[in-house]
Protein backbone atom coordinates (compact mmCIF):
# COMPACT_ATOMS: atom_id res chain seq x y z
CA UNK A 1 0.00 0.00 0.00
CA UNK A 2 3.09 2.47 0.46
CA UNK A 3 4.55 1.94 -2.55
CA UNK A 4 1.14 2.81 -4.17
CA UNK A 5 0.95 5.86 -1.97
CA UNK A 6 4.20 7.01 -3.15
CA UNK A 7 3.36 6.48 -6.93
CA UNK A 8 0.61 9.05 -6.72
CA UNK A 9 1.88 11.63 -4.77
CA UNK A 10 4.99 11.35 -7.78
CA UNK A 11 1.74 11.29 -10.13
CA UNK A 12 0.19 14.48 -8.53
CA UNK A 13 2.92 16.06 -8.47
CA UNK A 14 3.95 15.51 -12.18
CA UNK A 15 0.22 16.11 -13.00
CA UNK A 16 0.50 19.29 -11.08
CA UNK A 17 3.47 20.72 -12.90
CA UNK A 18 2.26 20.02 -16.31
CA UNK A 19 -1.31 21.54 -15.31
CA UNK A 20 0.58 24.59 -14.86
CA UNK A 21 2.56 24.52 -17.44
CA UNK A 22 -0.63 23.87 -19.57
CA UNK A 23 -2.73 26.97 -18.23
CA UNK A 24 0.49 29.29 -19.05
CA UNK A 25 0.35 27.96 -23.05
CA UNK A 26 -3.39 29.06 -23.37
CA UNK A 27 -3.66 32.38 -25.47
CA UNK A 28 -3.59 35.19 -23.04
CA UNK A 29 -7.22 37.71 -22.68
CA UNK A 30 -4.91 40.45 -21.88
CA UNK A 31 -3.11 41.71 -18.92
CA UNK A 32 -2.52 38.22 -17.41
CA UNK A 33 0.12 36.19 -16.53
CA UNK A 34 0.36 33.99 -20.04
CA UNK A 35 1.81 37.91 -21.79
CA UNK A 36 4.62 37.60 -19.56
CA UNK A 37 5.77 34.38 -21.47
CA UNK A 38 4.59 35.47 -24.79
CA UNK A 39 1.30 34.83 -24.97
CA UNK A 40 0.68 38.48 -25.84
CA UNK A 41 2.46 37.94 -29.31
CA UNK A 42 -0.09 36.93 -31.91
CA UNK A 43 1.31 34.54 -33.97
CA UNK A 44 -0.40 32.16 -36.63
CA UNK A 45 0.10 28.85 -34.63
CA UNK A 46 -1.09 30.69 -31.34
CA UNK A 47 -3.84 32.39 -32.63
CA UNK A 48 -5.32 29.19 -34.36
CA UNK A 49 -9.05 27.72 -33.06
CA UNK A 50 -8.39 24.13 -33.40
CA UNK A 51 -5.15 24.24 -31.22
CA UNK A 52 -6.84 26.60 -28.73
CA UNK A 53 -9.61 24.17 -28.31
CA UNK A 54 -7.50 20.94 -28.07
CA UNK A 55 -5.42 22.58 -25.44
CA UNK A 56 -8.36 23.06 -23.46
CA UNK A 57 -9.39 19.63 -24.13
CA UNK A 58 -6.25 18.33 -22.86
CA UNK A 59 -5.70 20.90 -19.91
CA UNK A 60 -9.64 19.30 -18.77
CA UNK A 61 -8.26 15.93 -18.69
CA UNK A 62 -5.24 16.35 -16.95
CA UNK A 63 -7.37 18.60 -14.46
CA UNK A 64 -9.73 15.47 -13.99
CA UNK A 65 -6.77 12.86 -13.54
CA UNK A 66 -5.23 15.58 -11.01
CA UNK A 67 -8.59 15.86 -8.96
CA UNK A 68 -8.80 11.52 -9.74
CA UNK A 69 -5.38 10.93 -7.74
CA UNK A 70 -6.51 13.61 -4.80
CA UNK A 71 -9.28 11.93 -4.47
CA UNK A 72 -7.54 8.33 -4.42
CA UNK A 73 -5.19 9.63 -1.99
CA UNK A 74 -7.79 11.20 0.04
CA UNK A 75 -9.22 7.28 0.33
CA UNK A 76 -5.91 5.43 0.93
CA UNK A 77 -5.43 8.03 3.77
CA UNK A 78 -8.80 7.95 5.32
CA UNK A 79 -9.00 4.10 4.69
CA UNK A 80 -5.57 3.14 6.14
CA UNK A 81 -5.12 0.63 9.44
Known sequence: MEILRIVLQVLLV??????????L???GKGGGISDMFGGGISSSAGSSGV???NLT?????LAIA????????????????
Do not use: C, D, N, P
Open 51 to 53: AER
Open 57 to 61: RYTLI
Open 66 to 81: WVSVVVLLGLIQRFEF
Open 25 to 27: LHK
Open 14 to 23: LLGVLMVVFI
